[in-house]
């Protein structure tokens, strides 16, 4: 199963590659790339255990942010970058904003909510 650690690595480490795309030519296997890694980030999302409606919110987030990147146009492709990259930040933001038990790390486990686990790393 899926948890908030593991997701907001991979954003992150998404985040870095088109950060980096900014800095140099970008090419076609790179973006590919990287819309591989968002594919399957939306796999790990549909593992959290969130409700429906926040998790087809952020599910139709990261597919707003393929189809921006697999515009074959490169016109304006920093622009699309940016966006794409601000979409991943409010994507942060809801993942953030779910309380999901963590698998790993340190748990808190508090004495009145004993179901409710946060996850020091999640959530310091």
């Given at each position: 199963?899926?948890?908030?650690?593991?997701?907001?690595?991979?954003?992150?480490?998404?985040?870095?590659?088109?950060?980096?795309?900014?800095?140099?030519?970008?090419?076609?296997?790179?973006?590919?790339?990287?819309?591989?890694?968002?594919?399957?980030?939306?796999?790990?999302?549909?593992?959290?255990?969130?409700?429906?409606?926040?998790?087809?919110?952020?599910?139709?987030?990261?597919?707003?942010?393929?189809?921006?990147?697999?515009?074959?146009?490169?016109?304006?492709?920093?622009?699309?970058?940016?966006?794409?990259?601000?979409?991943?930040?409010?994507?942060?933001?809801?993942?953030?904003?779910?309380?999901?038990?963590?698998?790993?790390?340190?748990?808190?486990?508090?004495?009145s909510k004993?179901?409710?686990?946060?996850?020091?790393?999640?959530?310091?």
């Amino acid at each position: 199963m899926a948890n908030t650690c593991t997701i907001l690595r991979r954003i992150e480490k998404i985040s870095q590659k088109l950060a980096d795309l900014l800095s140099r030519p970008r090419s076609r296997r790179a973006v590919d790339k990287i819309i591989n890694q968002i594919r399957l980030l939306r796999g790990s999302v549909r593992e959290l255990p969130i409700a429906k409606k926040a998790k087809r919110d952020i599910l139709n987030r990261l597919a707003q942010a393929q189809r921006l990147l697999r515009n074959d146009n490169f016109n304006g492709a920093v622009t699309r970058i940016l966006a794409v990259l601000s979409i991943l930040q409010v994507v942060v933001l809801k993942v953030k904003n779910r309380r999901v038990p963590c698998a790993q790390g340190l748990t808190i486990v508090h004495p009145s909510k004993p179901f409710s686990t946060i996850c020091q790393i999640c959530d310091p």
